[in-house]
């Protein structure tokens, strides 16, 4: 069977732009390992737009929302969330 799989790549950056330094990532390979791998010791791009200059096609950006009046310095989840996409070709 020829078809398409899809690669999804989470990158949390320190700002809420693309070109902000990254922080945290996660992937997940649907082609089964046949795709391209990412480095798993250290970010795979240092910045979102790195990963759109090597073919990931950006699917979701964080919402930008202020933390309530007093709460701006508890620790929660990380904000700024990019999600990333490519398809690789499988046989």
Known sequence: MVGERQQVLYLWASGS???SP????????????????IPVDEPPYATGVAALQDGWFLLQSSQLV????????VNTFLDY??????RIPCT
């Open 17 to 19: 732009a693309l070109d």
């Open 22 to 37: 990254v922080v945290a990532w996660a992937f997940h390979d649907g082609s089964g390992g046949s795709g391209p791998p």
């Open 66 to 73: 202020a933390p309530p009046p007093g709460q701006e310095h």
């Open 81 to 86: 969330e990019f999600v990333l996409e490519r």
